[in-house]
Structures are given as C-alpha cells and as structure tokens.
C-alpha cells in the first residue's frame, strides 16, 4: 500500500524522533471522523507514532537523504569547529533546533562543535546530553542511507571525529 509517497518498510525521518520505519497504514475513528494514518516505528525508542495523513503532517516526514547530503555532512564533521560567544543556554536552544530540523548537515554541525578531544575539557551534563542526541541521530540517518549496521555507523562517525 503506498500513501503520500511513503510505501511500507521505508525508512523515513521525522525530525523530532529522528529515523523510522513505515509499518503501515490505518483508518481511525476519532469522535466519528474517519483519518488515515501512517504508522511509524522507532524501533530502538520503542516507540510507535500515529501520522494523520494531511498536508501539514506529512510535509514534517521525509525520505532519507541522497548519500551525496550525507557525504557533505561527514565532511562537515571535520572541518573546524565553529563555537560562537554566546551564553550556552542560547547556543542549546539553537543546537536543539539544528537537531528537531532533521537537516543532516545541521545535526553535523551540532556534533562537529560539540564534540571534545581527550586534551579538552569534560562537557556539563546539558552539553554531553545535546551532543549525544545529535550524534545518534545522525548515526541513525547514516547507517540507514549506507545500509550498514548502526555499530558499524558510529565506529565510522567516531574514527571521522577523531580524525579531525
């Protein structure tokens, strides 16, 4: 069954969660109207999203990306890190909607400037909490769009970092 150009078992992205699964498509009856939903699954959330398929919804999912946008994100990941003089309560909210937009290359930048070294300093908690979601989601899109192993995905990510 194919609905809003999604098919069944495609992986997809909805930015707040981050990568999915299509498992299907249903009809619900919510107070007497009839909605088709699309069913996404987050296996490694356990967590299973309900979609209605409208035109504001749907426009929030996406396919994964090109492997060219994802190449583009990794290099990104090694190029120098771009931390701007700001209080971190700002700079956290501007990371944290770098990460809800789904954009690879935003989560990149993100993970490239908040990553530390083993000669910098340790992060606060909020730091290495934001730097961990943004570094599992892009492992998440990258392991997906590479068809590896998601183990595999963030060895490769690491050794990029590590490079850099």
Not at 123 to 141: F, G, N, P, T, V
């Amino acid at each position: 069954m194919k609905e809003a150009a999604f098919e069944e078992g495609e992986y997809v992205v909805y930015p707040i969660h981050g990568v999915g699964v299509v498992k299907g498509f249903e009809s619900q009856n919510i107070a007497g109207t009839e909605f088709k939903v699309m069913v996404i699954s987050f296996d490694k959330d356990k967590m299973i999203v309900k979609l209605p398929l409208n035109k504001s919804t749907i426009s929030k999912v996406r396919k994964l990306c090109s492997k060219k946008e994802m190449q583009e994100a990794i290099e990104c990941l090694s190029s120098p890190t771009r931390v701007k003089k700001m209080m971190w309560s700002r700079r956290a909210q501007e990371y944290e909607t770098k990460i809800n937009s789904g954009i690879p290359m935003s989560i990149a930048q993100v993970v490239r400037d908040l990553h530390r070294t083993a000669n910098q300093p340790e992060h606060s908690y909020s730091e290495r909490q934001i730097y961990q979601e943004a570094l599992d989601r892009l492992i998440k899109e990258y392991a997906a769009v590479a068809e590896i192993g998601e183990k595999e995905a963030k060895e490769y990510l690491e050794k990029v970092l590590t490079a850099a």
